[in-house]
Every structure is written in C-alpha cells, then in structure tokens.
Nanobody
Framework: QVQLVESGGGLVQTGDSLRLSCAAA????????MGWFRQAPGKEREFVAA????????SYADSVKGRFTISRDNAKNTMYLQMNSLKPEDTAVYYC??????????????????WGQGTQVTVSS
C-alpha cells in the first residue's frame, strides 16, 4: 500500500496560481499511475488530470486544459498540479490518487486504489 499526503492548497484571488503537491510513501513511486480529482460542495468528484507511471502521457479535463499542468518526480516520490489563471469555479477540495501497477492513464475514480486526504483550494471572485 501507499500513503498519499497532499499540500499546497489555500485561498487565492481570481487569476492567481497555486502548486499542489502529493507525496507518496510505500512502493516505488514509478509503479503507480496517478491523477488529480476535485470535489466542490454538493457536487460529485470530478476528474482534473492524470499522468502515466513514467510521466510520458497526460490527460486533462476540458475545464482546466491550458491552465493546469500535471507532473511527477519519481525520484522524490511526488506528483504536482500547477494551477494557473485560477477561477472561482476551480474552488473545491483537490484529491490526489494512485493506482498500483497501472502504467497508462486512469481517468475514473473507480480506477484508483489509493487516495490522499484532500487539500482545499478557494478562489475568491
């Protein structure tokens, strides 16, 4: 199993940037496909971005394309989500997720085995 710890959330203004981090402990980081999801109050958890085990493939939700960038540093067991040009509609709890042994892209919550605790991102209007 792996333990995922998220950080980097906060309160920002429209147009600001944040970088979320997800640190993993357990099996080698390179053995996991990983992704980011978010959940706003009263809403379902939605896909944000995903990255393959090697970092060679990425996928983004249409709502964040061109603004968010997912990356990973397997040597540091850490995944990142760089969020630029933030909008109020980006306000949500952001969760990182990992799927052991998957080398491709996973974009659905059911495809992930492990989840972080979530970090709150609030964008003021």
């Amino acid at each position: 199993q792996v333990q995922l710890v998220e950080s980097g959330g906060g309160l920002v203004q429209t147009g600001d940037s944040l970088r979320l981090s997800c640190a993993a402990a357990g099996r080698t980081f390179s053995s996991y496909a990983m992704g980011w999801f978010r959940q706003a109050p009263g809403k379902e958890r939605e896909f944000v971005a995903a990255i393959s085990w090697s970092g060679g493939s990425t996928s983004y939700a249409d709502s964040v394309k061109g603004r968010f960038t997912i990356s990973r540093d397997n040597a540091k067991n850490t995944m990142y989500l760089q969020m630029n040009s933030l909008k109020p509609e980006d306000t949500a709890v952001y969760y990182c997720a990992a799927s052991m042994g998957i080398m491709g892209i996973v974009t659905t919550p059911s495809g992930y085995n492990y989840w972080g605790q979530g970090t709150q991102v609030t964008v003021s209007s």
